[in-house]
């Protein structure tokens, strides 16, 4: 059989191809294209096919178009409705200035080599202060992959804060990818874990009844707060003293970098490993980068693979995080200004601040004022232009409206006075965790009706 090797030139204006046919005789063809058009349409429209009425009768089953008559208007409608919803900062759109600058980017493939990812990487990899960079799917499979990447052989275990997204929020992964046991804390001070929450949990030697810990995962910022650096120091010293490995899920470490000064590469410093989201705080469609050393990341690479993470043309993904990098993160800061005033103005209504705005969340309980979650959900959905709001948890975001914020503390001022009016007496009781640490994270639930 004749084999039939293909160099792949840029395409010009005018094109040297071959019209290959069953009986394999090469028959060179020679066609113009437009620059500006698609080179699939160019190749259609030179090559001659008669079209077989089976293949044209699959060829319209197979055919779709998923843009609506009113796709426009729906995607303005949409992006008003994100910049009037409080339930996370991962709901940001990309906005037509991104899109522009994102279809310039290069058009390889990631699993072979894709020029603009490269370079994108790079650039992260030297913005942390690490050897090298991996750009994933998500934060999910930055973790995971980072933690698969870092144990060899079970038996092993981690620890991390029990509130923690590789915990909570990643499906078990630690177990089922790596065989790994979760040792989770509960940080006595409230707010974050320290080395004396930490040191007496670490399991040391070679009792057969035991998992060894390999890695301390910390999360920075954890529901919007902010770890100290020289908490997160000492932690780092005690691991490197006792071979532990320490992983940063560094989903929002933007944010600390904008609200604490703090350079990235000095952030990163004290950890082996940091998965970095880009989607989150920065308004990218999609995309983390795992950093770490050279060694790390090709071995990463390979678990990237193994759990179906290897992507093609990712050009234009690496395109619009080059954008949210340069445009975006530059409005962090008044993210967390706007964060500050939705914590005032609740505050000046008497209602109760779970945890405070360190940055882009606030958490709030209204029983302070006799008001429920969902009384609060339900009215601001009713607004002319509505709020989304799924509890006690209130994330603001780059494309948050100030009107939004304004109108929300509206809802909760008219509430308060219907409450007042109606003689309720706020309750007292205080939603306390098994473990005794306050539960921030209330999710609304309107009750059921009673039934006779």
């Known amino acids: 059989m004749m ?24 028959l060179p063809v020679r066609h113009s294209c ?9 190749v259609s429209q030179s090559l001659p096919f008669k079209m077989d009425p089976k293949l044209a009768s699959i060829i319209e089953q197979v055919k779709v178009d998923i843009i609506t008559p009113t796709q426009q208007q729906d995607n303005a409608r949409y992006l008003e409705e ?42 992260i990899a030297k913005l942390t202060g690490k050897e090298a960079a991996l750009f994933v799917s998500s934060g999910t499979m930055g973790n995971q992959v980072a933690i698969r ?48 929450d930490i040191e007496p949990n670490v399991v040391f030697g070679t009792d057969v009844h035991s998992a060894p810990t390999r890695i301390i995962c910390l999360e920075n910022t954890l529901n919007g707060t902010i770890i100290p650096q020289s908490d997160i120091i000492e932690i780092a010293d005690f691991a490197r003293k006792n071979d532990i490995l320490m992983h940063l899920d560094g989903a929002r470490l933007w944010h600390v970098a904008a609200e604490t000064r703090m350079p990235i590469d000095e952030l990163c410093a004290p950890f082996d490993s940091v998965s970095l989201c880009l989607s989150k705080g920065l308004g990218a469609p999609i995309g983390t980068c795992l950093v770490g050393p050279k060694a790390f990341i090709q071995k990463a690479r390979w678990f990237r693979k193994i759990f179906g993470g290897g992507m093609r043309q990712t050009g234009v993904l690496a395109g619009s995080v080059a954008y949210a990098l340069t445009h975006n993160f530059p409005l962090l800061p008044k993210v967390h200004a706007l964060a500050k005033r939705l914590q005032a103005g609740l505050e000046e209504l008497q209602v109760g601040i779970l945890s405070p705005a360190e940055t882009c969340m606030v958490f709030y309980d209204p029983s302070t004022i006799g008001v429920e979650y969902w009384e609060i959900i339900e009215r601001a ?4 232009k509505p709020i989304s709001l799924t509890g006690s948890r209130l994330v603001v975001h780059i494309q948050t409206s100030p009107e939004a914020v304004e ?46």
Do not use: W
């Open 3 to 26: 084999r039939i090797t293909t160099t792949f030139r840029p395409i010009a204006t005018r094109l040297e191809s071959f019209l290959f046919r069953p009986d394999m005789r090469i």
């Open 34 to 42: 437009n620059q500006n058009r698609r080179f699939s349409s160019c």
């Open 407 to 452: 109108d929300f503390l509206s809802v909760i001022k008219t509430l308060k006075q219907e409450k007042i009016q109606a003689g309720v007496v706020p309750s007292q009781e205080r939603v306390v965790d098994s473990d005794g640490m306050r539960n921030v994270y209330v999710r609304a639930s309107r009750p059921s009706t009673p039934t006779r």
């Open 381 to 384: 959905a009713a607004l002319p």
């Open 82 to 123: 994100v910049s009037r919803s409080f339930i996370s900062d991962t709901i940001t759109v990309p906005t037509k200035e991104m899109f522009a600058y994102a279809v310039q980017a290069s058009l390889g493939d990631d699993v072979y080599s894709e020029p603009s990812t490269i370079a994108l990487e790079a650039h």
């Open 149 to 196: 990447t870092h144990l060899q052989q079970p038996p092993n275990s981690i620890i991390c804060d029990v509130r923690a997204h590789i915990n909570k929020y990643e499906g078990g992964g630690a177990a089922i990818h790596s065989g790994a046991l979760q040792i989770t804390l509960t940080p006595k001070n409230g707010h974050h874990l320290t080395l004396k």
